[in-house]
């Protein structure tokens, strides 16, 4: 009776498993997080492999005409200006469908050059690595950290969610996430938030999902 | 003279309505919105997120006036939760559009706190729409803009369907 009920609650325990397992979408905390190759507004190819002297990656999936991105552009430049020279520059990813009107490749260009963007803005025209990440808005984050695993540099994912606690207010914010995981990186300490949310724009998926 | 001063009276009693009638706006916690999705009647609940400044939002609300007003009379509750705005421009918007389905205002300053509360699994992408029946044990959650066609089989599943 006693191996019955044993084997009854390591049963519960897989399905509970399997269940979580099927559920979760795209990368946790903690997960290796794939290298991409995107061109960029200037017409190159970039992957992060490019980046030979870079401790990680702020990934931020992204587009030209949310209003909430529209809100963060500022504070996005300000994390690549102060984290890149420290090993972590920002990379812009925009997942949305290319027939959106106002998130065309010609149209990152313009946006890039009217905000001074002085990092990589990627398109990811197939979606492919908005659904390999799990993002489902933009702005979304992940922090990626360049780590030894098995004697091979991975990037790990550290952190995703929200820049801060106010997305659509920047005078509002009294919590600073993504700055707060990337000083607990620098300093080798343990990141104390390490997945939050915010409210952002639907990804415009393509039909066919 | 006489009939004007019946009709602003009958006006006043509320047996007219008044053209355009635009809604107050209700501002609420996430708790009241929580509290409503957990009623345990047999009551099917339609929560909408949206905000002004999002536009597949804003594309997607005449659908859900439409099946509102199509449900009146049925067990189908609508809340259109305006999130992440401020009430002054929705308060506009509604006057502007005239939407008759009730709209909430969610009164919170920090969505990293109030999201997991709604649904830990929601990446915070707007709209969304959760369409809830405790009765039945049945719940639908649709991410990104919605076809009336779309809005209406869901709640015919969610409203038919026992657990």
Redesign the interface.
Known sequence: MKKLLFSLAGLALLTAFSFATFQTNGYQVGDVAADFKLKNINGKMVSMADYKEAKGFIVIFSCNHCPFVVASEDRMIALHEKYASKGYPVIAINPNEQTHADDTFEKMKVRAQEKGFKFAYLVDGEQKYARLYGATKTPDVFLLNKEKKDGKDVLIVRYKGAIDNSVKDAAAVTETFLADALEALLAGKAISKTDTKAVGCTIKWKETR | MQAFLLVIGLILAGILPLPLSAQTLQQVKIQTVLDELSQSDDTTRVLNLW?T????CVKELPHFEEVFQETKGQKVKFILLA??DSPKTVSAFLSKKGLQAPVWFLDE????QW??RLDP????????TIIINQARGQRHFH???MTKEALQQAIHHVSSQNK
């Open positions: 905000a400044w999002c536009g597949p999130v992440e300053a920090h969505a990293d999201i997991p699994d929601w990446g915070g992408e707007i709209p969304i991410s990104g803009e």
